[in-house]
């Protein structure tokens, strides 16, 4: 039986979850020397679900993970990205659907909260894919190694975030249930381009950027959380046929990574309330920053 606490949504997608394992385990004792791959990649499992723990709990892209420890194992820069991009393809969009499935509820604040968070990915999506589509098939070249772009990235994101936590927690930021201003969904769209494109070359970014614009803008963390997982979903997805086509994903990496990020990606809603805000908040931050720390060493 399945904890009463869980609502019917959340019952299917568990179900549909265990129903891709299952899948995954008859496609898994059919291939070619299992065991032996096991051995090889079945840390990746462990990977998968940290991953997406962190990803789908925070709202930073499940990048922030695989790209560094994929770079770490010297697989090329072109293979990480696309991984990354295909493991993200299953946790956060198991992600996504948890926090809807959150925010959907009977609970009338929580349906006007949805109702701004569609009006905020309205802004940022088609934005953001935009971006991506740039980067892959102008396509715009970065302007630095992907490994320095991902490591500044991460430090400017990570004091970003502790700073919102220690300087600004200490007076209450959250707005009510109000619409976006004109302002506000051009300064969303705008940066989902620019997300978009940084996504396109380390795997990571809009959801980070869309995250930090509405903490800034007084939004809650779940809400701010949320709406960054669900952007970089539908980023990630639009951009992963273009890895397909260039034949670039590690397929026994993936293999044992996507059974574990659909795992993370399931409890890490429950791992955020646990958390709460400021917890979450100095969490993300702190991680983030010594991901960008560490990248940065290598250039020093």
Known sequence: MLPSSFSKQQKYLLILALLFIVLWSALFIQSENPFAKLQEFGAFFLLGIGGAITANSTGAGGGVVFVPSFDALGMAIEQVIATSFAIQCFGMTVGSISWLIFFNSHDKQKIERVNLLYQALACSVPFS?????????????????????????????????????????????????????????ALIAITSILGGIITGWISVGVGEILAVILLLRGFSVMFSVAAGVIVTATTVVAGISYFIQAQLIHLDVLMFAAPGAIIGAFVARFIAQALGAKRLKLFLGSWILFVGLVGLLDFI
């Open 129 to 185: 894919i935009l971006g991506i589509v740039c980067v892959q098939y102008m396509p715009i070249i970065p302007i630095a190694s992907i490994d320095l772009i991902f490591s500044i990235f991460s430090l400017v994101f990570g004091l970003i975030v502790l700073y919102h936590c220690v300087y600004l927690g200490k007076r209450s930021t959250h707005r009510g249930v109000t619409l976006l201003t004109n302002k506000e969904k």
